[in-house]
């Protein structure tokens, strides 16, 4: 019931030659756990991680498998185009998952050479990052729900059942807190997700490589959900996407010591410098708004900072 060998191909463990040393390795990262006589049980976590088919156990397990659907257009109103109802476990079946996803994702074509280059419009380095947290940070105690992931002709959304421990605005720099410490734990080991909560740093970097608009963090009554949105230009941002991007951008440059200025935020939204004015009005915007202040306000040129820092 549990592909076991995956466990410790990506713990990067070698395989014991015998059943006992099989045992006491999956023992001891409680995936079983011993019963009388020559009895073992799988865990919820054992389980949840590395079930060949989570049908075959309780039902708030098999629930709680990933479910995937495409739509031809903009809407859950446009028709179904693709769907997957995951029942491989999270650790057995992620890489998997993650192909599958980018194997569906939209791509623009670039002629480099003489030669046509497909790219994908989303970069895969954030679907990956969006999806193990996805995982990691559901409430397993919402019965019937799982993670989902919908792909619309413009957007992708990903969603995790459970509220966010976090506000919504400080995910980007705040260390991640999870409700579960030994998925997150056993994950982290495998590669799966960031051992230090660095994974939407490195979302946010991607989307602004790509000069995508930012992606939107959005809390519900029950759930969290991430948007991540295809391509378009400055002029096709809403107001609420510029000041977003601007406040991601302020953050991502105080993380790494340095401060936002008018010049980098042309940067990010691809605007020629001779169009600068349309920086310093969506900078004007997000100060209104308290999204971020002047780093020093005896030197108002020395750039800007998260309102939080």
């Not at 019931?1 to 409680?30: C, H, K, V, W």
């Not at 995936?31 to 309780?58: M, R, S």
């Not at 257009?73 to 997957?84: E, I, N, Q, Y």
Request: charged share 25%.
């Amino acid at each position: 019931m549990l592909d076991y060998s995956q466990y410790f191909r990506l713990t990067e463990q070698p395989l014991p030659d015998n059943r006992a040393g099989i045992f006491d390795r999956l023992q001891a990262d409680e995936i079983i756990k011993h019963d009388v006589g020559d009895k073992w049980n799988i865990t919820n976590l054992g389980a949840i991680l590395f079930a060949v088919d989570l049908n075959e156990f309780d039902s708030s397990l098999s629930r709680k498998s990933v479910r995937f659907m495409a739509y031809d257009g903009k809407d859950r109103a446009a028709t179904v185009t693709h769907r997957l109802d995951g029942k491989k476990g999270y650790a057995v079946g992620f890489e998997g998952l993650v192909e599958f996803i980018n194997d569906f994702l939209p791509k623009n074509e670039h002629i480099k050479d003489a030669l046509r280059e497909s790219h994908p419009l989303f970069p895969k380095l954030a679907i990956r990052e969006l999806v193990a947290n996805a995982l990691i940070h559901q409430d397993m105690t919402i019965t019937g729900a799982g993670p989902q992931i919908e792909l619309f002709s413009d957007r992708i959304e990903i969603t995790n059942p459970g509220k966010p421990l976090i506000q919504t605005d400080r995910m980007i720099d705040l260390p991640p807190r999870s409700r579960n410490e030994a998925l997150a734990s056993l994950m982290r080991r495998m590669g799966i997700c960031e051992e230090q909560g660095s994974g939407l740093d490195k979302v946010i970097s991607q989307v602004e490589l790509f000069q995508l608009p930012p992606p939107l963090f959005r809390e519900t009554s029950s759930a969290m959900q991430v948007v991540l949105y295809g391509p378009r230009n400055f002029a096709s941002m809403t107001p609420d996407e510029r000041i977003r991007a601007c406040y991601h951008h302020a953050v991502l440059k105080f993380l790494s010591g340095e401060r936002m200025k008018n010049a980098t935020l042309c940067d990010r939204f691809g605007i020629d410098r001779g169009n600068a004015a349309q920086a310093s009005a969506v900078i004007k915007k997000a100060l209104e708004a308290e999204y971020i202040k002047v780093a020093d306000p005896d030197h108002p040129r020395a750039g800007y900072v998260p309102i939080w820092a």
